[in-house]
C-alpha cells in the first residue's frame, strides 16, 4: 500500500502481539506519569518560592521595556517584553512565571508528540523529555523573568511544525518562518536559524513554494522590528550589542602587535584589565571599551570592526577559546564560569534581597507593585532543597546525547539531522558570539534529546535490519 502524501517517515517497530493493556502501558501512559510529576514538581517550586526569580540587570530592563515598549539600544531585542506586555494588566510578575513553568512543560509535550509521530515507542519518547521536565535548571530559569524559556518554547515549535511530515505543506514552512523569527527577536541568537532551516528545505529539494514561504514569514517580522529600531536608534538593526559581545570574546586572546589594528581601534586592545570570563570585560569598569566616553554601546560598530579585524588575524587563537568554552558545557562537575555566578542545579533554600536601582522602583511602580526579593516558603523550599539532580545527568548527558545524535544524522534523508544541527548551533553561537553561561547551555538541549532519540530508532532498526538479513542469509534460498 502507497503512504498517502506528506506522511511522516516512520521507524518501524518490531512485530508482535498486544492487547489493550499491552497498547496503553506502550503508549502514553509513562509520559502521562512524567509530565503529571514534572507539573506537580513546578507546583511545588510555585509554592516554595514566594515571587518570581528577578535578575538585575536583565530582568528590570525586560519588564521597562515591556512598560514604554521601544527597542533597547542594549543587549535585548523586544520580542520577550511583546509577551511581558501583553501580561501587563495583571500586574504580577508570579504570572509570568506561572507562564513559563507551562511553556516548560508544552515543550516537554511538542517533543514528545514529534517523536510519536516518527513511530517511537511510549516508553523511549517520554525517556527523551525527562531532562526537560526534571532538570532543576530548566525549572529555576522557568521561574525567572528572563526571555530564555520563551526562546526555548519557540524554537521546539517551529521545529514541531517543519517536522511533523516528511515534506511540510507551504503553511507549515511559513509558520516554522514565523515562529522563528519570533525567536530571533527574543534573543538574536536564534536569528541564523532560519537560514539552516532555509538550507535544510534546500537539500531536501521541498520546492519553491515552500523556501519561499518561509523566507517571507521569517523575514518580514525581522525587517519590520530593524525599521523600528532604526526610528529609535538610527541604524537598521536588531539590537545595539553585537559588536560588543563580540569583542568581549576577543580580549581573552586579542594580541595588537599581530592585529595592527587602526589608530581609531586601537584604543579597544587589552589594556592589561584582566577578568576570568570574556563575558565580564562588557562590565569590567578598567577594560578599555569602557574607558571610553559614551558608554559602551555607543561604541558598537567600533567594536565590531575591532573584533572581526581580531579574528581575522588570529582564528586559531579565537577557534581554541571557542573550543575551550564549549568543553565547559560537558564537565561532569558543572563548573562556576564566571565565577561570580553557580550553576544552576539545586533549588536554594533562603532569602534574595534586590539591589537599590531607581530602575528597579521604577519596574516597581509600572509594572508589579508587589516586587520584592524572593524567598524560600516553608515547608515547600525544603522539599525543593532536598531534591538533587547529579551533575552527570547536565554535562555528560548531554555530551552523549549529541554524540548519538551526531551518528544518527549521517547520511542521506536522516530525521535527526535538523534538530541535531540545530542543538550544536545553539550551544556553540552564544560561546562564539560572547562566551559560555550554564543558562546559554539550555536551549539546545530539547534539540538534543530529539535529534538522540530519532537517532537511536533509526540505529536500532538498521541493527534490526542487518540482523533479520544475515538470518536469511544464512538459511539461504
Do not use: K
Request: proline share 8%; glycine share 10%; net charge positive.
Amino acid at each position: 500500500m502507497l503512504a498517502s502524501p506528506g506522511a511522516v517517515t516512520t521507524v518501524p517497530t518490531a512485530p508482535g502481539r498486544s492487547g489493550p493493556r499491552d497498547r496503553l502501558l506502550g503508549g502514553h501512559l509513562p509520559f502521562a506519569v512524567a509530565i503529571a510529576t514534572a507539573a506537580g514538581l513546578r507546583v511545588l517550586v510555585m509554592l516554595g518560592y514566594d515571587t518570581a526569580q528577578l535578575y538585575w540587570y536583565d530582568s528590570f530592563t525586560y519588564l521597562n521595556t515591556a512598560v514604554h515598549l521601544e527597542p533597547s539600544g542594549a543587549f535585548h531585542p523586544a520580542g520577550y517584553p511583546f509577551l511581558l506586555r501583553l501580561l501587563l494588566p495583571f500586574h504580577s510578575v508570579q504570572l509570568i512565571a506561572g507562564l513559563q513553568h507551562l511553556m516548560g512543560l508544552g515543550t516537554a509535550l511538542m517533543i514528545y508528540l514529534v517523536l510519536r509521530r516518527h513511530a517511537l515507542p511510549g516508553w523511549g519518547a517520554a525517556l527523551a523529555t525527562l531532562p526537560i521536565l526534571f532538570n532543576p535548571a530548566f525549572l529555576r530559569l522557568e521561574h525567572a523573568v528572563l526571555s530564555d524559556t520563551q526562546v526555548i518554547f519557540l524554537v521546539t515549535a517551529a521545529l514541531t511544525v517543519l517536522m511533523w511530515r516528511e515534506r511540510p505543506s507551504a503553511r507549515a514552512a511559513a509558520a516554522t518562518g514565523l515562529l522563528l523569527a519570533l525567536a530571533g527577536l527574543t534573543r538574536t541568537v536564534a536569528v541564523p536559524l532560519l537560514g539552516l532551516v532555509l538550507l535544510h528545505l534546500l537539500l531536501r529539494r521541498a520546492g519553491r513554494r515552500r523556501v519561499v514561504a518561509l523566507v517571507v514569514a521569517g523575514t518580514l517580522p525581522l525587517a519590520a522590528y530593524a525599521g523600528w529600531y532604526q526610528q529609535h536608534h538610527g541604524r537598521f538593526a536588531l539590537s545595539g550589542s553585537d559588536g560588543v559581545a563580540l569583542w568581549a570574546r576577543t580580549m581573552t586572546f586579542a594580541d595588537c602587535s599581530v592585529i595592527r589594528p587602526p589608530a581609531r581601534e586601537a584604543v579597544l586592545c587589552p589594556n592589561g584589565t584582566v577578568v576570568d570570563a570574556a563575558s565580564e570585560y562588557v562590565w569590567a569598569a578598567g577594560a578599555s571599551l569602557n574607558r571610553l566616553p559614551g558608554g559602551r554601546f555607543a561604541h558598537n560598530d567600533l567594536a565590531r570592526s575591532f573584533a572581526l579585524r581580531a579574528i581575522a588575524a588570529q582564528p586559531l587563537d579565537y577557534l581554541r577559546e571557542v573550543a575551550r568554552d564549549t568543553s565547559l558545557a560537558f564537565a561532569a562537575t558543572p563548573v562556576r564560569h564566571p565565577l561570580r555566578v553557580s550553576p544552576a542545579l539545586t533549588f536554594p533554600v533562603g532569602s534574595w534581597p534586590l539591589p537599590a536601582f531607581p530602575l528597579i522602583d521604577q519596574v516597581r511602580r509600572e509594572y508589579d507593585g508587589g516586587i520584592r526579593g524572593m524567598s524560600s516558603v516553608e515547608p515547600y523550599g525544603n522539599l525543593l532543597g532536598g531534591y538533587t539532580y547529579p551533575g552527570v545527568l547536565h554535562g555528560p548527558l548531554l555530551g552523549a546525547l549529541l554524540l548519538l545524535g551526531g551518528l544518527g544524522a549521517v547520511g542521506r534523508r536522516r530525521p535527526a539531522l535538523l534538530p541535531w544541527a540545530t542543538a550544536v548551533f545553539l550551544l556553540v553561537a552564544p560561546i562564539a558570539a560572547l562566551d559560555f553561561d550554564h543558562r546559554y547551555v539550555l536551549p539546545s538541549i530539547p534539540m538534543a534529546c530529539l535529534a538522540a532519540a530519532l537517532a537511536a530508532a533509526g540505529l536500532s532498526h538498521r541493527v534490526r535490519a542487518c540482523v533479520a538479513a544475515g538470518r536469511r542469509g544464512r538459511r539461504g534460498p
